[in-house]
C-alpha cells in the first residue's frame, strides 16, 4: 500500500477492525492508542480492543452505538449518521494488516518531527554538546526499536532451519557458536559467550573480575572481533597498563609508576605499537554519560559504526541513576534488565561485572559465593544467561565457578593469578586439592 494520509490510514484501520474483528487481535500487537493523531480515533480503537477482548459482538451495530454513546464518543465522531456513513456503510474488503502498518508509520514520522523539534530547542540553549548527543543516541536507539518492522514470531520449522543454518556455517569456518574468550573452561565447556546473552561475572573486591573481563575482552578483540569495553571504575590508563604488563612481562605496578628502565620502555612502544590493529574499544563515562541510558545509547552506535562483537560493562553497581531519588535496587533490575534486552538487540554478548554481599566474608573463613550473595537485587540472577564467581582459595589459586548456565550445565575450574600481570591462566588438574594421581587419566575440570 502506498502512504496515505493520516486520517484516511486511521479510518481505513478502524473500518477494517469493525469489518474483520478477528484482526484485532493482531492489530492490538503492533499499535497503541498513542499511535493515533486524532483523539476520537484513539479512543475508538482503545473501545474496540477493550470489547474485542471481553467478547463483544462488535458487529452488533445497535450494541456498538450504544457502547459509542455511553463513552461519549458517538458525539465526537459525528453522530451515529455520521459514524454509519464513515465507518460502516461501504463494501471495502477489510484490510487491517496494511493500513495497521501506515498508521505506525505516520505515527513515527510525527514522533522524528518530535524529537528533532525537541533536539533544535536543546542545540539553541545553553546545553552541554556531548551531555546533547548522548540524549539523541539514546532518543535514536528508542525511536529505531519503536520503528522497527521485524517480525517476533516465526514457525518451529522455521526456527530449525535458522538453526540449522548456524550449524552449518560454524562447520564450514570451523569456528565456534559464541566469541572465544581464551579461557579453556568457558571455550571448551560452554562454547565461549554465545551472542544475545548477558553473561555476569561477580566476586568480592579484589579477586580479580575487571582482570578477568579485560583479558576475555583482549582476547575476543584478538579474533579480530571488536569490544566495546565500557570502564566505569579504571581509567583508560590503568587498562592500558594491565594490557602492556601481560604483553611485555613487566610488573603492572612499575607501568603504573612509570618506573621503567630504557630498555623496557622498548619493549612497551613495540607492543603498544602493535596494539594499534586491535579492536579493543575503551569508554570512560562519568556523570550523566554513565547513565543505563547513555551507555546503551553508546553501544548502539558502536555496533552500528565498528560493528563490535561483545560488550563489557565494570560494573554494574557504579552505573549512574536514571533518576536522583532511584533506589540501589531499583536502579539494578533496571539495569540488568535492559542489558539483557540490549543483548538481544544487538544480537551480541554482554558481559556485566557485579559486586558480591559481604555475607561470603562472614564467620572465620571466607565461603565460596552463592547466587543469593549477588548485591543489590535478586534480578541479577533472574536476567542473567550465565553466571561466572571467582572465588580466591589463596596461593594465586582462584575457583572459578558457573552456578547458572542457560542451556548448560553448572561446573568449576581452577585457574591462577598472576597479580604483577593481572592474568588468569587455566591451572592444571594436580594443582587441585582433591587430585589423586592414580586418577589422572580420568580428571576433568569440572570438581
Not at 68 to 73: Q, V, W
Not at 328 to 351: D, M, N, W
Amino acid at each position: 500500500m502506498r502512504d496515505i494520509t493520516t486520517l484516511a490510514a486511521e479510518n481505513g484501520l478502524l473500518s477494517s477492525m469493525l469489518l474483520a474483528p478477528e484482526m484485532i487481535a493482531a492489530v492490538e500487537a503492533t499499535l497503541t492508542e498513542g499511535d493515533f493523531e486524532d483523539p476520537a480515533r484513539a479512543k475508538m480503537f482503545s473501545l474496540l480492543v477493550e470489547m474485542n477482548r471481553s467478547g463483544e459482538h462488535i458487529r452488533d451495530q445497535r450494541l456498538l452505538l450504544e457502547r459509542l454513546r455511553a463513552s461519549g464518543l458517538l458525539d465526537e465522531l459525528g453522530g451515529p449518521r455520521q459514524f454509519l456513513a464513515e465507518f460502516i456503510d461501504h463494501t471495502e474488503p477489510a484490510n487491517a494488516a496494511s493500513y495497521a502498518a501506515q498508521v505506525r508509520r505516520n505515527s513515527v514520522r510525527r514522533r522524528m518531527r518530535t524529537l528533532a523539534n525537541e533536539f533544535q530547542s536543546k542545540a539553541v540553549a545553553d546545553a552541554d554538546p556531548a551531555d546533547l548527543a548522548g540524549w539523541l543516541q539514546a532518543e535514536l536507539g528508542l525511536l529505531q526499536s519503536i520503528a522497527s518492522t521485524d517480525q517476533h514470531a516465526s514457525t518451529v520449522a522455521e526456527a530449525c532451519e535458522s538453526l540449522l543454518q548456524e550449524i552449518r556455517h560454524t562447520a564450514e569456518t570451523g569456528g565456534s557458536p559464541g566469541v572465544l574468550t581464551g579461557i579453556d573452561h568457558i571455550d571448551g565447556y560452554y562454547g565461549g559467550l554465545l551472542p544475545s546473552r548477558l553473561y555476569v561475572i561477580a566476586a568480592r573486591p579484589g579477586v580479580g573480575k575487571s582482570s578477568l573481563a579485560q583479558q576475555v575482552g583482549e582476547a575476543i578483540a584478538a579474533n579480530n572481533q571488536g569490544v566495546l569495553f565500557i570502564s566505569l571504575e579504571m581509567s583508560r590508563q590503568e587498562i592500558a597498563a594491565r594490557y602492556l604488563a601481560k604483553r611485555c612481562g613487566i610488573n603492572g605496578k612499575q607501568l603504573a609508576a612509570h618506573a621503567v628502565s630504557a630498555a623496557d620502555l622498548q619493549v612497551i612502544e613495540k607492543a603498544a605499537q602493535d596494539a594499534r590493529s586491535l579492536p579493543f574499544l575503551i569508554s570512560e563515562p562519568n556523570g550523566r554519560r554513565a547513565t543505563l541510558a547513555a551507555i546503551c545509547a553508546e553501544a548502539r552506535v558502536r555496533k552500528t559504526t565498528d560493528g563490535i562483537a561483545a560488550i563489557v560493562v565494570d560494573y554494574l553497581q557504579i552505573i549512574e541513576p536514571t533518576h536522583p531519588r532511584q533506589t540501589e535496587y531499583e536502579k539494578v533490575t533496571e539495569a540488568t534488565r535492559a542489558f539483557k534486552q540490549l543483548s538481544r538487540e544487538l544480537g551480541i554478548p554482554v558481559v556485566l561485572l557485579s559486586q558480591l554481599n559481604r555475607q561470603t566474608e562472614a564467620g572465620t573463613k571466607p565461603r565460596a559465593p552463592r547466587l543469593g550473595d549477588l548485591r543489590s537485587s535478586g534480578s541479577i540472577e533472574q536476567d542473567a544467561d550465565g553466571v561466572l564467581f571467582l572465588h580466591e582459595l589463596g596461593r594465586g589459586s582462584v575457583r572459578l565457578m558457573v552456578p547458572k548456565m542457560r542451556g548448560g550445565e553448572r561446573s568449576e575450574a581452577l585457574l591462577r593469578f598472576h597479580g604483577p600481570s593481572c592474568t588468569f591462566s587455566d591451572a592444571p588438574i594436580e594443582d587441585h586439592d582433591n587430585f589423586r594421581a592414580e586418577f589422572a587419566d580420568y580428571a576433568t575440570d569440572s570438581f
